[in-house]
């Protein structure tokens, strides 16, 4: 009896590998109808997951368990036995096989949305979606002169002074939006506050905090200094219009010496800046789809 409810177990439990299961199409795309969808973003997502297959895994094998009881009862002791040991050997087997699936997916999706240097989002997944999003402007900004550092310390020094910009950045503004990495020294930051006052003045607090603090390296401590570009988002406006106003306000910091903050709105109002020249760089760093 011990022998046949583990085997129910373990049946329901490799229900888990669809991937590696062998049947005809059609039978396991009704097998996996019912199968929780592996959609994992985060560590909760994870246990979310792992519970939710254990108990469908548990519920499968006790259903098969009841039944065959039904059809070959003998006596009480030996069905509640039975389900006992169907429940405890199906959880001990779902569990782990869930589990290892499940960080199998959930290490595949931040592969694909994650910066492996920063931890931030890539440029892909920090630009997944924004035309239909809502959110209250565009913010990108550059390390200065990180090409000097680079040639001064090398690169290895000049990785570890990306990867604490990206989580100084991420600390002190990740609760205004969506924080990623661009590419090279460059970061963004979608911000959804709807305090643009308040948002400015934070974007100037996290400047403030990277030039008055060192980065410490494995061998050096190195200080830095960022611009910023900051276009607040018009009605009707597309999300690459947008881009070319915050890079267009970034050169424009750039030009005027660096460790600042230019808002897009000002240039265009006393009409400040090269408008050709930075348009240009903007439409050629915009991806093209």
């Known amino acids: 009896m011990a022998a046949h409810a583990g085997f129910r ?10 991937e590696e299961c062998v049947m005809p199409r059609r039978v396991n795309s009704a097998i996996m109808h019912f199968l929780p ?11 979310h997951y792992v519970l939710r297959t254990t108990l469908l895994c548990a519920s499968i094998a006790l259903a098969v368990d009841v039944a065959n009881q039904l059809f070959f009862f003998t006596n009480w002791p030996n069905a509640l036995r039975s389900w006992i040991i169907t ?19 959930l290490a595949l999706y931040r592969a694909g ?5 920063t931890g931030l989002l890539n440029r892909r997944a920090f630009l ?29 020094i000049g990785d570890q002074v990306l990867r604490a910009t990206g989580a100084m950045m991420e600390q002190l503004l990740g609760d205004l939006g969506r924080v990623g990495r661009l590419g090279g020294e460059e970061f963004a930051l979608l911000a959804y506050c709807d305090d643009h006052a308040g948002m400015l003045r934070q974007i100037e607090a996290f400047r403030r905090t990277v030039c008055a603090t060192p980065i410490i390296t494995d061998t050096i ?23 070319v106003r915050a890079d267009r306000a970034l050169y424009e910091a750039k030009a005027r010496g660096r460790n600042r903050i230019v808002l897009a709105e000002d240039i265009e109002a006393d009409g400040a800046g090269n408008a050709g020249r930075p348009g240009q760089r903007a439409d050629r760093r ?3 789809h």
């Open 128 to 156: 997944e979606g924004v035309d239909d999003s809502t959110f209250l402007a565009l913010i990108i900004v550059d390390v200065d002169d990180f090409k000097h550092v680079n040639d001064e310390h090398g690169h290895w």
């Open 221 to 243: 401590a190195v200080s830095i200094t960022i611009s910023a570009g900051v276009a607040t988002r018009r009605d009707e406006q597309t999300f690459q219009e947008l881009f």
């Open 87 to 105: 429940i405890v050997v199906v959880v001990g087997i779902a569990v782990p096989v869930s589990r290892k699936i499940g960080s199998a997916q």
């Open 113 to 117: 949305t994650t910066d492996e240097l």
């Open 9 to 18: 177990a373990f049946a329901a439990a490799k229900l888990l590998a669809d």
């Open 37 to 47: 969808h592996i959609e994992l973003k985060n560590d909760r997502d994870l246990t």
């Open 286 to 288: 915009w991806p093209r």
